[in-house]
């Protein structure tokens, strides 16, 4: 399990990724998720955002592309990989994103309203990683989640293996499964990353990672990894208490570097 190789090239050849998010009250989310994807080196990052939003959105971080939300399927077409729900609420339907058929982060009101609908796993495109937290889970399950470790990476199996797709459950000690059974447990990350925005920045990062082309179930758990050390960066920096996810997001390009420096085929435990 390697991060992709970084060497010559131009920004179509870091990946191009579409993250489609924010509603009346939720600017920030979307935002979010596109500069944590920059920091994590994606060299072409789209977000569809409602129109009257979008002049305010590219303030905030002026490398992003913006897109009209209306058009976010075309714009899904040219993209390589796609992050959809970070502060999207419950009004916009992700269906003919999803298919598009492209790699994708399904999270937060995305994923949650999409659950709603009957047996909504098999409209899944086959490399997909849906990133809930305990809330979440339990909403999408029909369910009680555990809060204890054993019975958290159950879960995780288990509907991994049900949904037949790649899942990460957040929390203290992220849990992510896959349907071919592959668990992993990540073991970075402290309580600098108990803020709002946090999901956001890990989905921006597993989404660069998928545009670069790095499978679902990898991409989750060298996302999580290096999301955990940059939060606990952050936390030095800043302190636990009082780093934002902004600062995580900073800190996102120095863990990046580590966990390149440090990895080995080995070096991420991963077993059932």
């Known amino acids: 399990m390697q991060l992709p190789p970084r060497g010559n090239g131009h920004k179509g050849t870091f ?11 939720m600017l920030g989310a979307p935002m979010l998720a596109a500069l944590a994807a920059y920091r994590s080196g994606c060299g072409y990052v789209l977000a569809a955002l409602p ?14 592309v913006g897109v009209v939300q209306d058009n976010a399927v075309a ?18 339907d992700v269906g003919q994103l999803l298919e598009v058929d492209k790699p994708t982060v399904l999270d937060a009101d995305g994923l949650t309203s999409w659950s709603k609908r009957e047996n909504w796993w098999a409209s899944l495109p086959p490399k997909c990683v849906l990133t809930p937290h305990p809330g979440e889970a339990k909403s999408i399950s029909g369910g009680p989640v555990p809060s204890y470790d054993a ?35 990540n073991d970075t990350g ?8 946090s999901g956001d920045v890990l ?26 050390r940059a939060g606990e960066l952050a936390g030095q920096k800043r302190t636990t208490r009082g780093a934002l996810a ?23 435990a991963v077993g059932p």
């Open 75 to 92: 714009a899904a077409e040219g993209a390589d990989a796609l992050v959809l729900g970070p502060g999207l609420g419950q009004r916009f």
């Open 203 to 228: 989905s921006g990062v597993i989404g660069t990672l998928l545009a670069q082309g790095v499978e679902p179930f990898d991409a989750a758990v060298l996302g999580a990894k290096a999301h955990g």
């Open 15 to 25: 990946g191009k990724l579409l993250v489609v998010g924010g509603s009346d009250t």
């Open 151 to 185: 019975g958290r990476k159950q879960w995780a199996l288990g509907h991994a293996l049900k949904w037949h797709t790649t899942v990460l459950l957040k929390g203290e000690r992220t849990v992510i499964a896959s349907a071919n059974g592959r668990v992993a447990v």
């Open 246 to 268: 902004r600062d995580v997001c900073d800190q996102l390009p120095f863990a990046l570097q580590e966990l390149e420096s440090q990895l080995t085929p080995s070096a991420l």
């Open 51 to 64: 129109k009257v939003m979008l002049p305010a959105a590219l303030s905030v971080v002026p490398e992003v």
């Open 190 to 197: 402290d309580s600098t990353l108990a803020k709002a925005g």
